[in-house]
């Protein structure tokens, strides 16, 4: 069973733009991990400052899964992005 | 959609970030406006559709939504009237708000249906259709690929909705009118949502429940940037609510710093008041229950108050007239330095009717929300996690701050009361969301709160539910608590209660 890291900006852009409620989603796959009694790998959800990708062109919130970079990340994004490697991590 | 972030949250925070910029950058002397004119390009960028079926009626809601933003009312929609009227007006640092507080923008609104019971592609056309036969009044027929509902018979008594094993029929309502506990929202001619002034008590859970985002209120950002830029010394008071809202590495301390950033001279807790409250309303209550009054209701919540003074007059006498934690501290404020403004800075949108009011203009000069203050922290791009901590310098009380959840302030009540009169044994009755405080002021009305305590919160969970708020309730109330018992006193009796220095 594999970690994953998930670095989620809570910088105030990215907060304004829902990087707490991000992490909110994160933290629900528990559940339904639980619920669909699945093997589950453990993920890590780590609040970071700001990165200072803000305030150009793209927008937040920007959160890196292992290292990979998404902008503009929203909930549903995030969590089948988690949901996928998690899966293909217990192959 | 309280606790979720959608692309409704997403244009409502962008508003409030395009104002504060124009309100931190543009030329102080300036009447030029046409930076609005591109506002709503710089939020709904291209020229397909995201959000709705058209790109122009998209652009056209950010742009009244603009306007309510910066205080003003919005635009007839039948008649000429450019964008930018009026905003000289707003460009000021005195209060320019004003009725109505909060506004369905027409266009916006999709009329939804009023509570309509409506059969679903899930209907089978089964051969045992036992929803016609549960039906009382014999709405329900069978046509010819599904059961078909005769709307002008249905009386609304769920049966079919029960009976149906194929979950085939849905009851949908209005998310607005079904948040609003004041019954406040009806229909327009054409079918769109209105607001009863008369009966709305604004706490505001419609704006957070229309999944259209149709509905606003106006903000004071706008004219307390412009005191700020104009060197005004400009208090703060924050509701005791604030902690964790800003993000998990925004402490206290950072919020307080980054406010202090934004150009405020100094931060007070609300809570300070809300101790205030508490030794008022617990004398109050050992002095008048149940002798002269049978019960007492508390006051910190203005939509409580005033849902209380609409729906039930005839006992609407037994809420405390304490002023609320809010004005409470802004009073305290303004003896010590009468040239200040005061902004008052919490979840609640309430509190911006209440700073209507006459008595309290005074004290009050703008009332504004975390999400608000958030847009602010983004314009000038303060990143709170950089600053140094700092500290309040007269602390409230844990049950001061405790005020922010449901059930804190009746404790807080309750605690003082033991203190001055252990032996007497105080009951409590509390409700939160307005539909539920409906329900306890009925109780009262018939008599059965005698001797007792009423406290009533018009948002889910107290204040940290609040429409102007950013933090999920239960991860709230978390840190609410959290921070209450870092406090050097316990009760309001604790708390020295210090002037300004
Ligand atoms: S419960 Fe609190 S936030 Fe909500 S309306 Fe009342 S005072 Fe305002
Ligand atoms: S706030 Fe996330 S990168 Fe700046």
Redesign the pocket.
């Given at each position: 069973m594999g970690k994953i890291i998930v670095e989620v900006c809570v910088g105030t852009h990215c907060t304004m733009m829902g990087a707490m409620n991000i992490i909110d989603s994160i933290h629900s796959l528990e559940e339904i991990q639980r619920e669909l009694d699945e093997d589950f790998c453990e993920v890590e959800v780590r609040a970071t400052p700001c990165r200072k990708l803000c305030g150009g062109e793209v927008n937040g919130p920007f959160v890196k899964i292992d290292g990979e970079e998404i902008q503009s990340a929203e909930n549903e994004g995030v969590m089948a992005a988690i949901m996928s490697r998690c899966r293909s991590k217990n192959l | 959609m309280r606790g979720l972030f959608t692309p409704v949250t997403k244009i409502r925070r962008q508003v409030f970030t395009e104002v504060a910029k124009f309100a931190f950058e543009r030329p102080l002397d300036g009447e030029d406006f046409a930076y609005f004119y591109e506002s709503s390009y710089r939020i709904i960028p291209g020229e397909v559709a995201k959000y709705r079926d058209s790109v122009f009626k998209e652009r056209a809601i950010i742009r009244e939504r603009t306007r309510l933003a910066m205080g003003l009312d919005m635009r007839p929609v039948g008649r000429h009237k450019n964008l930018t009227d009026e905003m000289s007006r707003a460009a000021t640092g005195e209060k320019v708000l004003n009725l109505p507080l909060i506004n369905v923008i027409p266009f916006a609104c999709e009329a939804c249906p009023t509570d309509k019971f409506e059969v679903t592609d899930n209907c089978r056309k089964c051969l045992a259709h036992p929803c016609t036969t549960v039906c009382p009044v014999n709405a329900i027929s069978m046509g010819k690929t599904a059961a078909v509902i005769d709307h002008s018979k249905c009386i609304k008594c769920n049966r079919c909705l029960n009976a149906c094993p194929y979950h085939a029929i849905v009851r949908y309502g209005r998310p607005c009118a079904e948040a609003c506990g004041a019954n406040a929202i009806g229909s327009d001619e054409l079918g769109r949502a209105e607001i009863d002034q008369e009966k709305c008590v604004s706490?505001g859970l419609c704006i957070t429940s229309c999944p259209f985002a149709a509905i606003a209120d106006k903000s004071e950002i706008f004219q307390l940037v412009t005191a700020i830029r104009k060197k005004e010394e400009v208090f703060a008071a924050v509701a005791p609510s604030f902690v964790g809202q800003f993000g998990p590495l925004a402490t206290p301390g950072k919020i307080l710093a980054g406010i202090r950033a934004l150009g405020i001279s100094k931060v007070i807790e609300v809570g300070w008041g809300a101790d205030v409250g508490s030794l008022h309303e617990a004398e109050e209550f050992l002095e008048q229950v149940p002798e002269h009054r049978d019960f007492l209701g508390t006051s910190?919540?203005?939509?409580?108050a005033m849902f209380a003074e609409k729906n039930f007059p005839e006992i609407s006498e037994n809420i405390a007239k304490t002023h609320t934690p809010m004005v409470a501290a802004a009073k305290r404020i303004k003896k010590e330095r009468p040239n200040a403004k005061v902004v008052f800075i919490?979840?609640?949108v309430?509190?911006k009717i209440e700073a209507l009011n006459d008595e309290i203009r005074p004290y009050v000069d703008y009332v504004i929300t975390f999400e608000e203050l958030m847009g602010l922290f983004s314009a000038k791009r303060i990143e709170l996690n950089e600053l140094e901590e700092e500290e309040f310098e007269s602390q409230s009380s844990r049950d001061g701050r405790n005020y922010a959840m449901a059930g804190g302030v009746a404790d807080a009540v309750v605690n003082v009361a033991k203190s001055i009169a252990p032996e007497r044994e105080v009951q409590v009755m509390r409700a939160d969301t307005l539909k539920e405080c409906r329900k306890i002021l009925t109780l009262a009305k018939a008599g059965k709160a005698k001797g007792c305590l009423l406290e009533g919160?018009?948002?889910p969970g107290?204040?940290v539910g609040?429409p102007g708020t950013l933090l999920q309730i239960a991860r709230a109330e978390k840190e609410v608590k959290a921070f209450a018992d870092t406090s050097p006193y316990m009760t309001a009796t604790d708390n020295p209660l210090e002037g300004l220095t």
């Open positions: - | 706490c910190c919540c203005p939509s409580w919490g979840p609640c309430s509190k919160m018009a948002c107290g204040c609040g």
